[in-house]
Structure formats: C-alpha cells, structure tokens
C-alpha cells in the first residue's frame, strides 16, 4: 500500500502520477483464454451469420468468402448476458447494439431489421444476421435509462459493492448516439449521471462503510493526452507509464477528491466544457476527441477495518468517419481513425483463436484500454449505429453500420477473467490519515451549519435552511460515530503493535523467562536501536521540514536537488504533497516507536519485579512443590506474576476484530 513505501527525497514521489490504467494487476497472457467460438464452427469469429432464404443465402456461400451460411434459424441464438455471480468473474463482454432513430428515414427502404425479443440485427440484403446481449429499437421513446439498466447498471454495482474495476465504452460512426447515451441530455441524463446517482445512493445506504472518491477526466486529441480538469498548459501532452500496480499510468493527470454529488458532476461539467467538439459533415456538435472519465472508490469497511480500491471508467470514443470537406477536421479524422483502427486490431486479435501479439501499443487509446481489455475489469461496450440504407445516399451509414456489428461482434467473442480486487488491512497510519479526514468534513459542516444559523439568528433564511441544518447535523453524528470507532481500531492495533505485532519484541519476549538475563540485555539492547532510530527520524523529519517550508517560501526558485531541473506547477505542488504525507507518516512510526519505548520500559520493571519476588520465593516455591497443593502461591505477588506469562506470538490476523471486540492477550 502505498503508504507503507519509503519515501526517501529524490525518489520518484516527485512526480504527480494519477492512475489511468484500471488498477490491480498488470495485463498477463495468462488473463486471457481464447474465447470458444460461439458460432459455426467454420466461421470466423468475426463473420455475422446469415440467414437461410435471404439473399446471400439463396446464393450460398460463394457469393461471399466472409458468410457462411448457418443450417437453420433457430442456431441464432442469444449469446450468454454475463451475470457477474461467480468469483472470478469469467465470461464475455457484454456488447450493446443502439440505433439513433433520429437517422431513421421511414420514406427509404429497410436495410436493417431489428429483433428486440432475440436481442438481433439483420441485414435484409446480404441476410446476415448479428445475436448481442441486447439490441435496442431505434425508437426515441428507447431512454438512456433504460439503456443504462441493461448496458451498465449491473458494473455499476459490481464496482461499488464487490471490489471490481468497471469499464464501459461507448463506440461508433460519427453522429450515431455515443455522447448522447454517455451524457445525455437534461431530459435524458445520460450514463455517467445515472451511475453517479447509483454510485451515491449505495454509499448513502451503506453506514458501516466509509468512501473516498477521486476522479480524473482526460481526452485523447490528435493522439495527445489531455488533462480536462486542468488548463495548465502542462496538462495538455501527458505521457504514459507502465505502472505494476494500475497496469498504466498517466504522469500528471489531475485526480481532485470529490466530497458531495454536486461537487463531482460541477467537475464533469467543466471537463466537458474543455473538450473539443466541432461541427462535422455529419454531426454539428461531432465530439473530436476520445474521453476517459475515471471514478476511483476507496471503500473502507469499518466493520474489518479493511480497505478496497476500485475503478469506474466511462469513455466515450470519438466516431469513425469518412474524409471530411474541412482541412483541420480532415486532419482530426485521420487520428481518430487511426486509433479506432488499433482498438479494432487489439479486439481481432483478442477474439481470434491465435496467440499472437496483441499490439496494445499502437495507440494512446489502446494502452490505455489495455488493463481493462486483458482482464482486470468488466467491460461493457456500446456501440451505437445508424440504420441509413444501402440503396440510397445513405450508404455510408450501411457500411459505417456493418462495420461497427463486425467489432461488436468480435468484441463478443472475446473471453474475460476478472478477478476482484485485493482488501487490504489499514495500517495505524492510514487509520489515522482516515479520522483526520473525518475530522476536517465535521469541521467544515460545522462552518456552514454556523453560517446557516449565523443567517437566521439574522433574520436572513432561505428556504430549506432548517432541513439542511438538521441533515448537516445529522451528518455530524454519523462521521463522530465513525471516527470513534476509528481511534478505538487505532488504539488496540498500536496496543497490539507494541506487544504482539513487534516481530523484535516478540522474539525477546518469546524466548522464555528462564533466560532472563539474556532477556534483559536483549530488551536494554532493542531500546537502545529505538531510540537510535527514533533520533534519526527526527533529523530526517525537521529536514523535510526545512525543505517543505523553503518550498512554501519560494515555490518559483525550489528545486529539489534529487529531481529534474525544473518540475511543472502541478508536480512540484505534488510533490510537496508527497513530502507532507512521508512527515506524516514518519511522525506517526515514531509515535509507535514511543509506545514501543512505553511497552519496553514496562516490561523491564516487571522483569525484575519479577526476578526480585522469584529469588524471595524460592522457599516458598520448594515449599509449594513439597506439599504440592494449590493456593501456597504468594498472593501478593500473583498479579505481578500473571503479568509476566508471556503468550507465544500471535500471527497478523489477530487484528482483524469484529466491531467493538478488544484483542486478548495473555499476561
Ligand atoms: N437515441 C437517441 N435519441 C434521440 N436523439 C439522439 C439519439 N442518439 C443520438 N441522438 C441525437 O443525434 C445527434 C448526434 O448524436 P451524438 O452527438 O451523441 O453522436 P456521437 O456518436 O457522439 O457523434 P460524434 O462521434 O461525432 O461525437 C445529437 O443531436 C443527438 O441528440
């Protein structure tokens, strides 16, 4: 975790490194086993079927080397909807078919027909026929709603509540549907609202839970990775890392905290404020751009005291499209083909039977969807189409709309392992870090519900100040409750980090009391390299100190002599950041070292407590031994005595306590 890293100046804490891959383990050829072909066995996977009596299939396969004809209709079945129950998670990816019906022409021929009940799309001229999960109406009364409960809801949930990283991309040609079903409209919100709204109601149910949220907002322009919650002009060419943990890494992104609903979609807002959009041929408000929205949860079980990391990406994809009249959009259509291209690529190769190389690098786009599409999250795709016909001036729309079935229906094949992200135990430190938090929201609420009541004691009120006032306070109690119980978790693992968790301790104080000499130089010696230590961390501690303030001093002329020359605004704010958390984190090894000292001092009053009354009780003890009856023990003693049976080490484990339950230990 990475607050249990050593810092150490000059490391690369310096940079600002924001996660873009989704997080958890980096993509391994063992995530991947080919998909077994849902289709005839002679297709290729990527081949729609085609069906007995149309067209094609009256001229048989020869008509065409890429349609085989399928032996009947009731082989066209509906390809398996993930249900998300088992762990790991194993299964397709779930694939969406939109038409946006305002492209819908009713005065020219059908080329396409779609069958809601058997979630397919048929071509009515070559007969070819494409089974998804689900296959919407090109009807305007079809919602984002309603799209969302079938394409999305189900990763939503999975995100929040069962530790896994969700994906969802929306993909297909210029002015299909894609940002209109991933924003929406206001009459129609769109994905991201929708999962927002699902996302807080889940953490408003939950009360023996606590969440941080963070996001970040990025665009792919002409193949340059762009901050869009940023207008630093350093944020408009972000490079890419491979990162162990996240998989990849965009250096420098923005990654703010989001403390209520409004705060996060005001941020969305000015992230889609940022983003390129231009009329097109096609579309007047076309996207120019691939965007990546992320929503990174913390979940922290307050019960286990455990914590899970988990990532929601919603990207809506710049569309596909043919050369446009204008120069620049020209210029923007080749990129976006380009790296739609490459998605296409990654997609063949993952759904083809081969093991070759999958060339996730040819693309910002690709690499950046790399974790997610070799396994480390569920992905639901969207792809939006248009139902134009081929017999009229709309047969680009045909062939645009045949093209993104065949991606949807090789992005279909492809077979995923999923596997949850890992809980981790909260260390003292980050326990601590967490009531800080806690603190400073029960802080500002305090503010406001002052403010609030400053106004009406005033005679100012607006309307609903009373319910805010009494939801605040509400709010307050609850956070107060949290942070009680988080200094009782943080007390017993310091108690149990001085006298159970301390592997040094344990094997002093575990290796008999018989030896109590050699017991006792081993403690004196163990307090000696504390407190050697301890004077070393608060060296190195008030030379940060020095550093930060300096920084605070002169942000312009700080350089840190261990990185680069000149580090941009946003990495030298970061990396104060990351000096501010390693104090932090030092000065709160230190106050575990102080117990430490605390635990040792009184262990070694005990001990010779202890030896004094062993030598005094000598006679008592051969007494004891004669008679061989219980009770003779020196009861005055007794206690003492009790105090010193040391217990045999206890594993790691023992800190994971139900709520309220004290460890036991054994004196
Ligand atoms: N399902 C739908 N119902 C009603 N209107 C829709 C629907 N889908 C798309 N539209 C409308 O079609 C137009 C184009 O849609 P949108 O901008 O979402 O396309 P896009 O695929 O994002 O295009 P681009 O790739 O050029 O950004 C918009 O005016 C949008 O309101």
Same mark, same amino acid.
Request: proline residues 4%; aromatic residues 6%; hydrophobic residues 30%.
């Given at each position: 975790?990475?607050?249990?890293?050593? %810092?150490?100046?000059?490391?690369?804490?310096?940079?600002?490194?924001?996660?873009?891959?989704?997080?958890?383990?980096?993509?391994?050829?063992?995530?991947?086993?080919?998909?077994?072909?849902?289709?005839?066995?002679?297709? +290729?996977?990527?081949?729609?079927?085609?069906?007995?009596?149309?067209?094609?299939?009256?001229?048989?396969?020869?008509?065409?080397?890429?349609?085989?004809?399928?032996?009947?209709?009731?082989?066209?079945?509906?390809?398996?909807?993930?249900?998300?129950?088992?762990?790991?998670?194993?299964?397709?990816?779930?694939?969406?078919?939109?038409?946006?019906?305002?492209?819908?022409?009713?005065?020219?021929?059908?080329?396409?027909? *779609?069958?809601?009940?058997?979630?397919?799309?048929?071509?009515?001229?070559?007969?070819?026929?494409?089974?998804?999960?689900?296959?919407?109406?090109?009807?305007?009364?079809?919602?984002?709603?309603?799209?969302?409960?079938?394409?999305?809801?189900?990763?939503?949930?999975?995100?929040?509540?069962?530790?896994?990283?969700?994906?969802?991309?929306? @993909?297909?040609?210029?002015?299909?549907?894609?940002?209109? +079903?991933?924003?929406?409209?206001?009459?129609?919100?769109?994905?991201?609202?929708?999962?927002?709204?699902?996302?807080?109601?889940?953490?408003?149910?939950?009360?023996? =839970?606590?969440?941080?949220?963070?996001?970040?907002?990025?665009?792919?322009?002409?193949?340059?990775?762009?901050?869009?919650?940023?207008?630093?002009?350093?944020?408009?060419?972000?490079?890419?890392?491979?990162?162990?943990?996240?998989?990849?890494?965009?250096?420098?992104?923005?990654?703010?905290?989001?403390?209520?609903?409004?705060?996060?979609?005001?941020? %969305?807002? #000015?992230?889609?404020?940022?983003?390129?959009?231009?009329?097109?041929?096609?579309?007047?408000?076309?996207?120019?751009?691939?965007?990546?929205?992320?929503?990174?949860?913390?979940?922290?079980?307050?019960?286990?005291?455990?914590?899970?990391?988990?990532?929601?990406?919603?990207?809506?994809?710049?569309?596909?499209?043919?050369?446009?009249?204008?120069?620049?959009?020209?210029? !923007?259509?080749?990129?976006?083909?380009?790296?739609?291209?490459?998605?296409?690529?990654?997609?063949?190769?993952?759904?083809?039977?081969?093991?070759?190389?999958?060339?996730?690098?040819?693309? #910002?786009?690709?690499?950046?969807?790399?974790?997610?599409?070799?396994?480390?999250?569920?992905?639901?795709?969207?792809?939006?189409?248009?139902?134009?016909?081929?017999?009229?001036?709309?047969?680009?729309?045909?062939?645009?709309?045949?093209? =993104?079935?065949?991606?949807?229906?090789?992005?279909?094949? *492809?077979? *995923?392992?999923?596997?949850?992200?890992?809980?981790?135990?909260?260390?003292?430190?980050? /326990?601590?870090?967490?009531?800080?938090?806690?603190?400073?929201?029960?802080?500002?609420?305090?503010?406001?519900?002052?403010?609030?009541?400053?106004?009406?004691?005033?005679?100012?009120? @607006?309307?609903?100040?009373?319910?805010?006032?009494?939801?605040?306070?509400?709010?307050?109690?609850?956070?107060?409750?949290?942070?009680?119980?988080?200094?009782?978790?943080?007390?017993?693992?310091?108690? !149990?980090?001085?006298?159970?968790?301390?592997?040094?301790?344990?094997?002093?104080?575990?290796?008999?009391?018989?030896?109590?000499?050699?017991?006792?130089?081993?403690?004196?010696?163990?307090?000696?390299? /504390?407190?050697?230590?301890?004077?070393?961390? #608060?060296?190195?501690?008030?030379?940060?100190?020095?550093?930060?303030?300096?920084?605070?001093?002169?942000?312009?002329?700080?350089?840190?002599?261990?990185?680069?020359? +000149?580090?941009?605004?946003?990495?030298?704010?970061?990396?104060? #950041?990351?000096?501010?958390? !390693?104090?932090?984190?030092?000065?709160?090894?230190?106050?575990?070292?102080?117990?430490?000292?605390?635990?040792?001092?009184?262990?070694?009053?005990?001990?010779?407590?202890?030896?004094? +009354?062993?030598?005094?009780?000598? =006679?008592?003890?051969?007494?004891?031994?004669?008679?061989?009856?219980?009770?003779?023990?020196?009861?005055?003693? !007794?206690?003492?005595?009790?105090?010193?049976?040391?217990?045999?080490?206890?594993?790691?484990?023992?800190?994971?306590?139900?709520?309220?339950?004290?460890?036991?230990?054994?004196?």
């Amino acid at each position: 975790m990475h607050n249990n890293r050593s %810092i150490r100046p000059g490391s690369a804490m310096g940079m600002s490194l924001a996660s873009l891959g989704t997080p958890s383990k980096p993509p391994q050829l063992s995530d991947f086993k080919r998909p077994p072909s849902r289709y005839h066995q002679s297709n +290729s996977p990527s081949q729609p079927r085609v069906r007995p009596g149309s067209a094609m299939g009256r001229l048989g396969s020869s008509s065409s080397s890429c349609s085989t004809i399928s032996s009947s209709s009731s082989s066209i079945s509906r390809p398996s909807t993930p249900t998300y129950r088992v762990e790991p998670y194993t299964g397709t990816i779930n694939v969406s078919i939109r038409p946006n019906p305002q492209t819908v022409n009713q005065n020219q021929s059908k080329t396409w027909e *779609i069958d809601p009940h058997t979630n397919t799309i048929s071509n009515l001229i070559d007969g070819s026929s494409f089974p998804f999960d689900n296959v919407f109406e090109a009807d305007p009364n079809v919602s984002n709603r309603q799209v969302y409960q079938r394409a999305c809801s189900d990763l939503v949930q999975k995100f929040v509540s069962d530790g896994y990283n969700a994906t969802v991309f929306a @993909y297909g040609m210029t002015g299909s549907g894609k940002t209109f +079903s991933i924003k929406g409209v206001e009459s129609d919100p769109g994905f991201v609202e929708l999962a927002i709204n699902d996302i807080f109601a889940k953490i408003e149910e939950n009360k023996l =839970t606590a969440y941080n949220i963070n996001i970040s907002y990025l665009e792919i322009y002409n193949e340059k990775i762009i901050d869009l919650l940023s207008t630093s002009p350093a944020s408009t060419d972000l490079k890419i890392r491979d990162d162990p943990e996240f998989g990849t890494k965009v250096i420098g992104l923005s990654s703010p905290i989001i403390t209520s609903k409004d705060q996060l979609l005001q941020l %969305i807002k #000015k992230g889609d404020i940022n983003r390129k959009t231009s009329a097109t041929d096609f579309n007047s408000h076309s996207s120019r751009s691939h965007s990546i929205l992320q929503i990174k949860l913390t979940v922290t079980d307050l019960v286990k005291n455990t914590e899970t990391k988990t990532t929601l990406s919603l990207c809506d994809l710049a569309g596909s499209e043919r050369a446009a009249s204008s120069l620049e959009r020209r210029k !923007e259509g080749s990129y976006i083909n380009k790296s739609l291209l490459a998605l296409s690529n990654v997609i063949n190769r993952l759904s083809s039977s081969s093991l070759e190389h999958v060339p996730y690098r040819d693309s #910002k786009l690709t690499r950046l969807l790399q974790p997610a599409l070799s396994g480390s999250s569920l992905v639901s795709i969207l792809c939006t189409i248009h139902m134009g016909s081929v017999t009229n001036n709309q047969s680009q729309f045909a062939a645009e709309t045949y093209k =993104t079935l065949r991606f949807a229906a090789r992005a279909k094949n *492809i077979v *995923i392992n999923v596997d949850r992200n890992k809980s981790t135990m909260l260390s003292n430190g980050e /326990t601590a870090k967490l009531i800080q938090d806690l603190n400073m929201i029960i802080a500002r609420q305090k503010g406001e519900i002052d403010i609030l009541k400053n106004a009406q004691a005033n005679g100012i009120s @607006y309307a609903g100040d009373d319910s805010r006032i009494l939801e605040l306070e509400a709010e307050n109690k609850i956070l107060l409750e949290r942070i009680d119980h988080f200094t009782r978790l943080t007390d017993l693992q310091r108690t !149990e980090t001085v006298i159970v968790k301390n592997d040094v301790l344990n094997d002093i104080l575990g290796s008999g009391i018989d030896q109590s000499q050699l017991i006792m130089g081993n403690i004196e010696e163990f307090y000696k390299r /504390t407190q050697y230590e301890i004077n070393e961390y #608060k060296v190195y501690i008030s030379q940060l100190e020095d550093k930060l303030k300096m920084a605070y001093q002169s942000p312009q002329q700080y350089t840190d002599p261990y990185s680069v020359n +000149s580090l941009a605004d946003s990495e030298t704010s970061q990396l104060l #950041k990351d000096q501010e958390e !390693e104090i932090y984190q030092l000065k709160e090894q230190l106050k575990d070292k102080d117990q430490i000292i605390k635990g040792l001092s009184k262990t070694s009053r005990l001990r010779r407590l202890v030896e004094s +009354s062993n030598t005094s009780n000598i =006679t008592k003890e051969s007494d004891f031994i004669r008679q061989s009856t219980p009770g003779t023990v020196d009861k005055e003693n !007794e206690p003492e005595l009790r105090a010193f049976k040391i217990s045999p080490k206890k594993t790691r484990q023992s800190r994971d306590l139900p709520l309220g339950e004290s460890p036991r230990f054994e004196f």
